[in-house]
């Protein structure tokens, strides 16, 4: 069996959040600077997956 190997286009974004206070940090430098306890952080990741991302998804379930 032939096997295909598919790239799939993808946005990740990570939302770094003070447990808290609630205050969302825009990066790692804000976050740095804050000198905050690690324990206090939370980091949520979300994946997107790009139109372009999708068409080779369907294509990929097709060739199933």
Not at 10 to 23: A, L, S, W
Request: proline share 2%; no cysteine; aromatic share 8%.
């Amino acid at each position: 069996m032939d096997k295909k190997e598919y790239h799939i286009d993808t946005e990740t974004v990570t939302v770094i959040k003070n447990k808290k206070t609630g205050y969302i940090y825009k990066d790692e430098e804000e976050l740095k600077a804050a000198n905050i306890d690690p324990n206090d952080i939370s980091r949520d990741v979300v994946v997107r997956v790009t139109n372009k991302g999708l068409e080779m998804f369907k294509k990929f379930m097709a060739d199933k």
